[in-house]
């Protein structure tokens, strides 16, 4: 016992204690501010950035206590077995410190933040939280078409900023490029469907093309990337059954299914209006008679 009193004493131990006590001091007062800034502030986005400086401040001094009390005073002959004992800590969690850095890679870079849609390591959906260790996302796809909301919420490690590519839609440039297929038939007045078609993209996107020319010329600056065309385009492709019109155009990020349904319905109903010039063309299958043969049996007796 007298050892024991007496290696409490020490000043390492002393130090340990004191750290430890401040370490905890520290993570109750963000969890209380963060419960504060809660009921305190209303909007949604401020209260949100609110409590995220608050972590990345209070893990910011933790850093910053671990580094005073480890490096800038002598720790005599415990030196070696802290050291150890560091080494082995920090390789049992190192995705945990891997997850902890990477909070802040996304927060400094700038990588995503909440709101944006991304895909990492192979799952897409919108961003709607991070804190220090996990990324969550409102998954979209899987079982449902396009870019509909599964209902699925995912926890994603922010380790994993360093382990793969990270597709974000929003990120500098919030448009995305679609294509639309019309299906027309071999008769129909071609370069009449082709005006319909182009019209028609052209009114119907034309806050989109605006909007989007300004942010592209950003990127086309900060990035050495080629100009591209934001104006909508007609491709055309003959198959075996008809004549196809690739519809390629810029839109929303979010609104990617919206414009495609609100493209066909005004086409559609464009075409109609021709009065036949244009027909939309489907699969077809013709039947063909099989010749009647006249089958003529005879009894025979043997």
Same mark, same amino acid.
């Given at each position: 016992m007298h050892e024991l009193f007496e290696f409490l004493k020490s000043p390492l131990v002393i130090r340990i204690l004191i750290l430890i006590i401040w370490l905890v001091v520290i993570l109750v007062v963000i969890v209380l501010l963060k419960r504060v800034l809660k009921s305190r502030i209303e909007d949604s986005s401020l209260r949100y950035k609110a409590q995220k400086g608050v972590e990345i401040i209070g893990y910011g001094l933790i850093i910053i206590m671990l580094l005073i009390s480890f490096t800038l005073n002598d720790i005599g002959d415990y030196s070696i077995v802290i050291g150890l004992f560091t080494a082995g800590l920090a390789f049992t969690l190192q995705e945990l410190i891997l997850s902890i850095t990477g909070s802040f890679y996304i927060f400094f870079v700038r990588v995503y933040k909440p709101g944006d849609r991304i895909e990492i390591n192979g799952i897409k959906g919108d961003v709607i939280d991070i804190n220090s260790i996990y990324t969550t996302i409102m998954e979209i796809g899987e079982w449902v078409s396009t870019d509909n909301y599964s209902g699925r919420i995912v926890k994603i490690s922010n380790a994993f900023v360093f382990k793969g590519p990270i597709k974000n839609y929003s990120l500098d440039f919030p448009f995305v490029w679609d294509e639309l297929n019309i299906f027309i038939t071999f008769q129909s007045d071609l370069d009449v469907a082709k005006k319909l078609v182009i019209e028609t993209?052209?009114?119907? $996107?034309?806050? =989109?093309?605006?909007?989007?020319?300004?942010?592209?010329?950003?990127?086309?600056?900060? /990035? /050495?990337? &080629?100009?591209?065309?934001? &104006?909508?385009?007609?491709?055309?492709?003959?198959?075996?059954?008809?004549?196809?019109? @690739?519809?390629?155009?810029?839109?929303? =990020?979010?609104?990617?299914?919206?414009? *495609?349904? &609100?493209?066909?319905?005004?086409?559609? =109903?464009?075409?109609?209006?021709?009065?036949?010039?244009?027909?939309?063309?489907?699969?077809?299958? *013709? $039947?063909?008679?099989?010749? &009647?043969?006249?089958?003529?049996?005879? @009894?025979?007796?043997?």
């Open positions: 993209a052209q009114n119907q $996107l034309a806050n =989109y093309a605006k909007a989007s020319k300004a942010r592209w010329s950003a990127m086309v600056e900060r /990035y /050495y990337i &080629e100009n591209a065309a934001i &104006e909508p385009s007609i491709a055309i492709k003959v198959t075996d059954n008809w004549v196809a019109l @690739n519809l390629r155009y810029i839109t929303d =990020y979010k609104k990617r299914r919206a414009t *495609q349904n &609100e493209l066909f319905e005004e086409i559609e =109903y464009k075409i109609r209006a021709t009065k036949g010039k244009v027909v939309l063309a489907s699969a077809s299958l *013709q $039947l063909l008679k099989i010749p &009647e043969v006249d089958v003529n049996l005879k @009894n025979r007796m043997p």
